[in-house]
């Protein structure tokens, strides 16, 4: 039987209601756009460049995966990949605006038209949308069965183990108005036995899915690649990232890519100027950047 003082410290003096009411503010880093209601608050059109693709996004985790899977198809020689991304400031509350809702009723970037059809195609969630890209262009998705259901294991394991990493341990260790250990505790564990899978995946493998380099590393990268170089909520030393030794082999080899170093640069507002482009409308913004390219051509 556990002592109770150690029982005391992880038991939270809040009771919760019978129901739920929205009364006060939610406080952290985020609190300003978080309700507990969907939809549209203002009337903002979004709007469209002279790509088939348009984009609405932000260098988040989610939104790179698309931009370096677009990158990625352009660099193979896919012109139909070519695309506008529009950045989407989700701090200050464009997610809800009624053009972005339209195409995402979520309000999550990133969020997808695709005009190449008789009617335009919207896509969104950042796995929907890279499978539809692969899809599309028939690029990093493998044909065998048996190689195609393994990357798909693990694009939907990304999408299903992310939010324990950004919305439990990044919240609660870099984001919360308050420091609650029994919460950082939960989530670092977790964090710490998803880098394990990844690192013994890795161990025997040159890329998520195998020997092919595909829409599954694409989506997992962003956020554990990152988190493993030490790049994320600061984290490094508390994880203690250096021991995923094959995580971090796999990282580094994947953002030498030249379409990775494109795609993570798109729609980033942090960070050395250099890393940032805030739009991207044509493959000469990534050499003809300046100042004024940094501002987005929407404001």
């Given at each position: 039987?556990s002592?109770?003082?150690?029982?005391?410290q992880?038991?939270?003096?809040?009771?919760?209601?019978?129901?739920?009411?929205?009364n006060?503010?939610?406080?952290?880093?985020f609190?300003?756009?978080?309700?507990?209601?969907?939809g549209?608050t203002?009337?903002?059109?979004?709007?469209?460049?002279k790509?088939p693709?348009?984009?609405?996004s932000?260098?988040?985790?989610?939104?790179?995966?698309v931009?370096?899977?677009?990158?990625?198809?352009?660099e193979?020689?896919?012109s139909?990949?070519e695309?506008d991304?529009?950045?989407?400031?989700?701090?200050?509350?464009?997610q809800?605006?009624?053009?972005?809702?339209?195409v995402?009723?979520?309000?999550?970037?990133?969020?997808?038209?695709?005009?190449?059809?008789?009617?335009p195609q919207?896509v969104?969630e950042s796995?929907s949308?890279?499978?539809?890209l692969?899809?599309?262009f028939k690029?990093f998705?493998?044909?065998?069965?048996?190689?195609r259901?393994?990357?798909?294991?693990?694009?939907?394991?990304?999408?299903?183990?992310?939010?324990?990493?950004?919305?439990?341990?990044?919240?609660?260790y870099?984001?919360?108005?308050?420091?609650?250990?029994?919460?950082?505790?939960?989530?670092?564990?977790?964090?710490?036995?998803?880098?394990?899978?990844l690192?013994?995946r890795?161990?025997?493998?040159?890329?998520?899915g195998?020997?092919d380099?595909?829409i599954?590393d694409?989506?997992?990268?962003?956020?554990?690649?990152?988190?493993a170089?030490?790049?994320?909520?600061?984290?490094?030393?508390?994880?203690?990232?250096?021991e995923?030794t094959?995580?971090i082999r796999?990282?580094?080899?994947?953002?030498?890519r030249?379409?990775?170093k494109?795609?993570?640069?798109?729609?980033?507002?942090m960070?050395?100027?250099?890393t940032?482009?805030?739009?991207?409308?044509?493959?000469?913004?990534?050499?003809?950047?300046?100042?004024?390219k940094?501002?987005?051509?929407?404001?």
């Amino acid at each position: 039987m556990s002592d109770t003082s150690d029982t005391a410290q992880v038991l939270s003096p809040y009771a919760p209601p019978k129901v739920w009411t929205w009364n006060k503010p939610s406080g952290g880093r985020f609190a300003n756009i978080n309700r507990p209601v969907a939809g549209a608050t203002h009337e903002q059109e979004l709007p469209k460049g002279k790509h088939p693709l348009q984009l609405y996004s932000l260098g988040t985790p989610n939104g790179i995966k698309v931009t370096v899977m677009l990158e990625e198809l352009l660099e193979l020689g896919h012109s139909g990949a070519e695309y506008d991304a529009w950045l989407i400031r989700i701090s200050e509350g464009m997610q809800f605006g009624s053009g972005f809702v339209g195409v995402n009723p979520n309000s999550k970037i990133p969020a997808l038209l695709d005009y190449s059809g008789p009617e335009p195609q919207r896509v969104f969630e950042s796995g929907s949308i890279l499978f539809y890209l692969a899809e599309k262009f028939k690029a990093f998705l493998p044909t065998d069965l048996a190689k195609r259901t393994e990357c798909m294991s693990w694009l939907f394991w990304q999408m299903g183990s992310a939010p324990y990493l950004g919305g439990g341990f990044g919240h609660f260790y870099a984001y919360a108005p308050v420091k609650i250990e029994y919460a950082i505790d939960r989530f670092a564990m977790e964090a710490k036995r998803e880098l394990d899978v990844l690192n013994q995946r890795l161990a025997n493998n040159r890329f998520i899915g195998g020997d092919d380099y595909t829409i599954a590393d694409m989506s997992i990268w962003p956020w554990y690649g990152s988190l493993a170089k030490g790049e994320r909520y600061d984290s490094g030393e508390f994880l203690q990232v250096h021991e995923y030794t094959h995580v971090i082999r796999w990282a580094n080899e994947i953002e030498e890519r030249p379409a990775v170093k494109r795609g993570r640069m798109v729609n980033r507002v942090m960070g050395p100027l250099d890393t940032q482009l805030h739009e991207r409308h044509d493959a000469s913004d990534f050499l003809n950047r300046t100042q004024d390219k940094l501002q987005p051509k929407s404001a």
